[in-house]
Structures are given as structure tokens and as C-alpha cells.
């Protein structure tokens, strides 16, 4: 009965291969977000999407690609991945509702623990 | 323009007494406020809101927050510290991003609770 829930949970590779997360929530949420969080546990926005249509995309290399089958899921995609990709990534959700308001709530996954050798 | 400022990156108490995380905010917009709380190897879990109706928030787990517009603050207490308690916490403000409309979210820096036997 998981609400947000992100594959894998441990992620080690080597530099320049490509990789993807995936996500998947249960809420019935209609907002999706990645998160990246730094060794130092700063944590920054990368992308949300609103029913499958990109709404935030931050300053982040293109070699990261987000891809929202539906409104359910959203995976991240990691190209010719490099040594200060390695962090923690979360993805999250929020009802499209509070976006309006700006008040909704985020829901967290676990996060997936990137190491990149 | 939208900040938090977590005042302290890390906190100390002892078991069975009070804790205090001090927050400050900025924002161009009526904010919500929020707390989360990340236990090691966790997602982020949500503590408690402020959405513009009470200003003292009760959350989970004993811990509330009041809004104080005047001092632009959201602190976060606890009469007594549980060992539980040790965990990560960041404070979060929320607002409709000046243009399209969409929720803009920017999370402080983090406070590390330490909590002493």
C-alpha cells in the first residue's frame, strides 16, 4: 500500500553509462515531482509534471530526461551518467488542487541512493 | 522572490526535554508553511502544514509549529525529545510562482536533531 514508490532503492554504476528510476504513486495525485539531494542533504527541484505536462524543469544538464507515461508514474532517465550525479533522488507527488493555492503538501518516496563510480 | 532560512544545522538535547528547530521565511505571496522530518535512509515525511487558517499547527508525533507573520517565522517545537526524534528536519515554504501559475516550493537547509540518553 505504498504511496509514492521509486525503483531501485540502490542504484551503483560505473561513468557514462545511462540509467532510469522509475516512480509510481497511488494517491491519485495529478502532480509528480524529481528531487535531488546532495551529500549535504540540500535538497533541489529537477522537474514536475502536471498530468503528464512539464511544468517546472530547473537548470539540470540535459542528460537527464523525465518521461510521464500517465499521470501515475514518473521515471527519470540518466544519460552518460558522471561522478557528481551520485546523490540521493526522491520523487514525490502533490494534488493538483494545493497547486493552485500553492498550498498542497509533497509525498515523498524513499529515495534512490545513486553512486556513481 | 521565495527563501527559508533553517537557522541551526544541528541541534542537541537531552531525552525528555524540550526542542526548539527555528525557521525564517520570504515570500512575494501569502505562504504556506511546512515541516518535514527524513530519518536515515528515509523519504521525507510530513510533520505538520500552516495553509493561512490557525496559526499554532499541531502535527504528528507531538510536534507543533506557529506562524508569526510579524517575525516572518515557523518554528518548530516539542515539549519533550524523544530518542525517536533523531532525525534530519526541514522546514518549507510554498507559494504560486509569479508566473504560470503552478506551486512554487523551496526547502531550507536542514537541522540534524541530536537527541542525548
Known amino acids: 500500500d505504498t504511496a509514492v514508490s521509486q525503483t531501485p532503492k540502490y542504484l551503483v554504476t560505473q561513468m557514462g553509462n545511462d540509467k532510469s528510476i522509475k516512480c509510481e504513486q497511488n494517491?491519485?495525485?495529478?502532480?509528480m515531482y524529481w528531487y535531488k539531494q546532495d551529500s549535504k542533504k540540500f535538497l533541489k527541484i529537477m522537474f514536475s509534471y502536471n498530468n503528464k505536462e512539464l511544468i517546472i524543469n530547473e537548470t539540470v544538464p540535459n542528460r537527464f530526461s523525465p518521461k510521464s507515461p500517465d499521470k501515475a508514474h514518473l521515471n527519470l532517465h540518466i544519460n552518460s551518467l558522471e561522478l557528481g550525479d551520485s546523490a540521493v533522488y526522491f520523487c514525490?507527488?502533490?494534488?493538483?488542487?494545493?497547486?493552485?493555492?500553492?498550498?498542497?503538501?509533497?509525498?515523498f518516496g524513499n529515495g534512490t541512493r545513486l553512486t556513481v563510480t | 522572490a521565495q527563501s527559508v532560512t533553517q537557522l541551526d544545522s544541528h541541534v542537541s538535547v537531552s531525552e525528555g526535554t524540550p526542542v526548539l528547530l527555528r525557521c525564517n521565511y520570504s515570500?512575494?505571496?501569502?505562504?504556506?508553511l511546512f515541516w518535514y522530518v527524513q530519518h536515515p535512509n528515509k523519504g521525507l515525511q510530513l510533520l505538520l502544514k500552516y495553509t493561512s487558517a490557525a496559526t499554532l499547527v499541531k502535527g504528528i508525533n507531538g510536534f507543533e509549529a506557529e506562524f508569526k507573520k510579524s517575525e516572518t517565522s515557523f518554528h518548530l517545537t516539542k515539549p519533550s525529545a524523544h530518542m525517536s526524534d533523531a532525525a534530519e528536519y526541514f522546514c518549507?515554504?510554498?507559494?504560486?510562482?509569479?508566473?504560470?501559475?503552478?506551486?512554487?516550493?523551496?526547502f531550507g537547509t536542514g537541522t540534524k536533531l541530536q537527541v542525548i540518553p
Open positions: 494517491l491519485g495525485h495529478d502532480t
Open positions: 518549507v515554504v510554498s507559494d504560486l510562482a509569479s508566473s504560470g501559475g503552478y506551486q512554487k516550493v523551496t
Open positions: 515570500s512575494s505571496y501569502s505562504p504556506s
Open positions: 514525490a507527488s502533490s494534488r493538483e488542487s494545493g497547486i493552485r493555492r500553492g498550498n498542497s503538501p509533497l509525498h
